[in-house]
């Protein structure tokens, strides 16, 4: 087998304003697997080539806010996986958080939050594997 692969990747990270930090990142993926003349193997090319999403790309957004509050919104696309069935999808993480002191920090987080569950990836025969929609908090100390 021989593979022909191209990709790249581009990132941002910008702070319009001091308190406020923007990362975005972009990649792109070419995968063309071609098995030799005189294999017989029939599927090894289509099952690594839809196994990889094409496209990908996510932006983040950290607002410092008064009072010690901070605000993050990360927004994300990952292309499909045809050779696993699964669908392009779109999501969005929302976190709030308040730093309460010097080394403790608290905040309340949601994951998926544009829909309530969506495929990533194919268990193999035991059907594709589904992420929920989740919130969370969480508790920080640092020393």
Do not use: C
């Amino acid at each position: 087998m021989t593979a022909n692969v191209h990709g790249a990747e581009l990132a941002l990270d910008w702070r319009p304003i001091t308190r406020w930090r923007l990362l975005g990142s972009y990649s792109y993926l070419s995968l063309n697997l071609v098995k030799a003349d005189d294999s017989l193997d029939t599927s090894t090319a289509k099952s690594t080539e839809g196994s990889s999403p094409r496209h990908m790309a996510d932006l983040t957004s950290s607002l410092d806010l008064p009072r010690g509050f901070g605000l993050d919104v990360v927004l994300r696309y990952v292309g499909t996986l045809p050779s696993q069935r699964v669908e392009a999808y779109r999501e969005m993480d929302l976190s709030i958080r308040k730093h309460l002191t010097k080394s403790l920090d608290l905040s309340l987080a949601g994951q998926n939050l544009l829909s309530p569950h969506h495929a990533e990836f194919s268990a193999g025969s035991n059907g594709r594997i589904e992420i929920e929609r989740s919130v969370y908090g969480r508790l920080v100390g640092r020393w």
